[in-house]
């Protein structure tokens, strides 16, 4: 169901966990729980019951988080990662 803002809620859970994932790793770490994840089936940065769940939020974060390396506000970084998701559903209509 939308919010005041015509948002998901399951969309503003997505950021906040890509927020949270982008403060406490690096680029690499995310990297290598995105490693473990799809080889295991687990990792130590992301605890969730949907194994396609786990991969796009480790992405996300990760894109975020090099972003921030280069200097991006962790909000710009988060528009960026919006747009650029934006760019790929405009693809497949």
Do not use: W, Y
Not at 36 to 51: F, P, R, T
Not at 52 to 65: E, G, R, T
């Amino acid at each position: 169901m939308p919010d005041s803002h015509g948002h998901k809620k399951k969309d503003a859970s997505q950021i906040k966990e890509i927020r949270a994932l982008a403060k406490e790793f690096t680029p690499e770490q995310i990297e290598s729980c995105i490693t473990q994840q799809i080889a295991e089936g687990k990792n130590v940065c992301l605890i969730h019951d949907s194994h396609d769940h786990v991969v796009n939020i480790l992405s996300k974060a990760s894109f975020v988080k090099s972003q921030m390396h280069k200097g991006v506000s962790m909000i710009d970084a988060i528009r960026q990662l919006a747009d650029r998701i934006r760019k790929v559903q405009k693809g497949f209509k």
